[in-house]
């Protein structure tokens, strides 16, 4: 895992940047849509300087769930965007969608929820160009820690486990 440099890239409103880097070689290279630029991670930086390990170490993931809906847009136009994001970034585990809506859920690796709902929050509208997506909104956005997580579904009320990985109708 490496560490984001400043200005390496613009940063939201609160300082945190993201990108999605690679986990291991069968996701890398160019053929992967990905450039030769190191792997990176979430990182909060405040006041310019680096975060050192300590903070890394504290990183844990976090299971997103993004609720957008609109205008109604063509079936084949909303499957291919949501198939076109998760080729870009293959964090995705699943999607369901309709003429006017869709979900998306995928695990997001942050220091603490407040990040990982900063990059939740802009995953639609920065991609949506790039991705072909239907100009929806946001309008839900769930974010719990992977022990809640599988707690609710060892109980039986959670979501239903995202075991079908990949763009789904509802």
Known sequence: MTIARPGDMP????GVRCVHGT???????PAAGH???PERTLTSVG???VADTEDQAQSKLWHITLSVSGAEAPLAEVRRGLE?????????????????????RY?????????AAAVALRLWGEHRATAKLPPWTIVGLEVIDRQT????????????????VG????
Do not use: C, K
């Not at 076109?84 to 998306?104: C, G, K």
């Not at 997580?149 to 079908?164: M, T, V």
């Not at 763009?167 to 509802?170: E, L, R, S, Y």
């Open 84 to 104: 076109q994001l998760a080729h870009d970034h293959p964090f995705l585990l699943t999607s369901r969608y309709a003429n006017d809506h869709a979900e998306i």
């Open 11 to 14: 940063r939201g409103n609160n």
């Open 149 to 164: 997580y599988h707690q609710r579904l060892a109980e039986g009320y959670g979501p239903p486990p995202a075991s079908r």
């Open 47 to 49: 006041d310019g300087a």
């Open 35 to 37: 450039t030769a630029r």
């Open 167 to 170: 763009v789904h109708p509802f």
């Open 107 to 115: 695990w997001e690796e942050a220091r603490d929820l407040h990040d």
């Open 23 to 29: 986990a291991g070689p069968e996701r890398s290279g």
